[in-house]
């Protein structure tokens, strides 16, 4: 049994980690539903160890201190989603418990352990149970119970693993996602392995050789993904970056703070020379924006997780289904078709209601490709497919697809709201040509005003406004109408305005943070203000948008 370890050991107990969940990625990569539903925690893992790994070949270390160090500034730079951040994390606090250390004994790295849990749970905004922190808590915990009885490495590892194990099975039971999915954590499962890999190396275990891609999981061990919506991703964009600490004057915490704002999910680690960022959010730009004021951009990787759902959704209906033919657009067996962009579950139920054929999940923080739109015109069975895109940004993506469908007739109305796109489906006429229906929508589109409540992520000043940070903003036609810290004070300003006055049909959609019962003193407020026009209130349930206003 291996009572100590020196530097060399430690870098071939990096490479075998890395071999072992490369070889499993997809194993893990099938539990992955927190804190999103992306399934890519073993892909992320694997390649944020495989930095360090590849590190490890380059120079050989001649102390432990020396290889972890090593180990640790390569995750860092390399580390790749939630989890994958969080690992460099761990290796970071274990580095600097042995940075002195020529070899290292079972107390060693006890300690060590113990140090890498502290420095993850410190850089994580909000910690969570039943995930890879709760596991790697309770393994270091039993590797220090164990060490002050035996002061063996190996014995120490091991008891550390066997008690993550029992953590692992444990995280079901502690967080609701898991249990809604019937499977353990999937970062909790990748850390397990890494750390099952580098006790492999220390008994001459052979190395894995290969990867797991593609080979599915057993049942039991594969997440149940389609018991997830994709609309249930409240913030849509995994959003990393590296950026340099030039201005030296700007505290990282600063930073922290401005992102913790903008979504979930943050991790943030910082050395003297760099800042290392994870946020899931539905403004990367807004991120990266001021990142920039911190420092110079080294690496940004920016990821919609709501398109990898959806194709972790396909893929499994695939595989449930028939072998058939390549995909073929589906036949006409009507004159029209419908095909709408919008985001939430009561939008979406409105257009449906109206005739829409397809629903594109998309909008103000995820605009779909033309890819995606020409998808859903495919799967439309209508020989004339008119194609929404309910906002400006989409508009263009939209009019690629009437020059590479082939088959069908597509006409792109230029909504660029989704009140706009709901006018517009209500002027459609079945028994007129497309040139009167194009003709009579468009114009139905352009006598509706859109008004909107967001939030403000941050101080700003704005065409003569002075914008504080969690400020509620009403946008009319997406120009900024006004601020107020009380949401009801600018829905009534809202209300009191000319387009709402003069309105003879007003919709309030409320969106997926609102309360129905907020939203019914939303809308009692416009029945006040506006008692000579017909209110409807419905449940949007669009993200970033508190209310949606349509006034006609």
Same mark, same amino acid.
């Given at each position: 049994m291996r009572d100590t370890i020196d530097g060399a050991s430690f870098q071939r107990m990096v490479?075998?980690?890395?071999?072992?969940?490369?070889?499993?990625?997809?194993?893990?990569?099938?539990?992955?539903?927190f804190p999103v539903p992306d399934g890519d925690t073993g892909t992320n893992m694997s390649l944020t160890i495989s930095t360090a790994a590849a590190e490890m070949k380059k120079k050989a270390a001649s102390t432990v201190g020396e290889a972890a160090a090593m180990n640790a500034s390569a995750l860092l730079r390399g580390a790749r989603?939630?989890?994958?951040?969080?690992?460099?994390?761990?290796?970071r606090g274990f580095s600097k418990a042995v940075k002195d250390k020529e070899t290292i004994d079972g107390r060693d790295l006890a300690v060590a352990l113990d140090w890498g849990v502290a420095a993850a749970y410190k850089a994580v905004m909000k910690p969570a149970e039943g995930t890879i922190l709760t596991v790697s808590r309770l393994s270091a915990a039993q590797a220090a119970a164990t060490a002050r009885e035996n002061n063996s490495v190996e014995a120490v590892l091991q008891a550390a693993i066997e008690e993550g194990h029992i953590a692992l099975d444990n995280t079901i039971n502690q967080n609701p996602v898991l249990k809604k999915a019937g499977v353990v954590d999937a970062g909790g499962k990748g850390f397990l392995v890494i750390l099952q890999g580098m006790l492999d190396e220390l008994r001459g275990e052979p190395m894995p050789e290969g990867s797991d891609d593609g080979a599915p999981a057993a049942p039991k061990d594969r997440a149940d993904f389609e018991s997830f919506s994709t609309e249930e991703i409240k913030f849509g964009y995994c959003t990393e970056f590296i950026c340099a600490r030039d201005n030296k004057k700007k505290d990282p915490e600063a930073l922290r703070g401005f992102l913790n704002a903008l979504g979930d999910s943050l991790v943030l680690v910082e050395d003297d020379d760099i800042i290392k960022v994870h946020v899931h959010t539905n403004h990367p730009g807004k991120v990266l924006e001021e990142a920039l004021t911190y420092g110079a951009l080294q690496t940004v990787k920016i990821e919609n997780m709501r398109n990898q759902h959806s194709e972790i959704l396909e893929e499994a209906a695939a595989q449930q289904a028939p072998a058939q033919e390549e995909h073929k657009a589906a036949a006409p067996e009507k004159p029209y078709g419908f095909v709408a962009v919008c985001a939430g579950e009561g939008v979406a139920a409105v257009f449906r209601d109206l005739g829409a054929d397809g629903i594109i999940s998309g909008g103000q923080t995820m605009n779909p490709s +033309? $890819?995606?739109?020409?998808?859903?015109?495919?799967?439309?069975?209508?020989?004339?497919?008119f194609v929404l895109p309910n906002n400006k940004n989409i508009i263009m993506a939209a009019e690629q697809c009437t020059r590479l469908v082939e088959g069908k007739q597509v006409v792109v109305l230029p909504s660029k709201t989704v009140p706009q796109g709901i006018?517009?489906?209500?002027?459609?006429?079945?028994?007129?040509?497309?040139?009167?229906? +194009? $003709?009579?929508m468009s114009e139905a589109l352009k006598r509706v005003s859109t008004s909107e409540i967001t939030y403000a992520a941050r101080d700003s000043d704005f065409d003569g406004f002075a914008i504080k940070q969690g400020d509620y903003l009403a946008l009319a036609e997406h120009q900024l109408f006004g601020t107020d810290k009380d949401i009801y004070a600018l829905l009534r300003r809202l209300a009191e305005a000319q387009p709402q006055q003069d309105a003879e049909f007003i919709t309030v959609f409320y969106g997926e943070d609102v309360q129905e019962a907020d939203a019914q003193k939303a809308l009692a407020i416009f029945q006040e203000a506006c008692p000579k026009a017909e209110i409807t209130l419905l449940a949007g349930g669009q993200p970033v948008y508190y209310y949606m206003i349509s006034a006609e």
């Open positions: 490479i075998h980690a890395a071999a072992s969940i490369n070889s499993r990625k997809q194993e893990i990569n099938e539990l992955n539903v989603g939630n989890s994958g951040v969080i690992l460099s994390l761990l290796f +033309t $890819e995606d739109i020409m998808r859903e015109i495919d799967k439309t069975p209508a020989e004339v497919v006018s517009a489906m209500l002027a459609f006429d079945p028994d007129s040509s497309v040139e009167e229906n +194009t $003709e009579a």
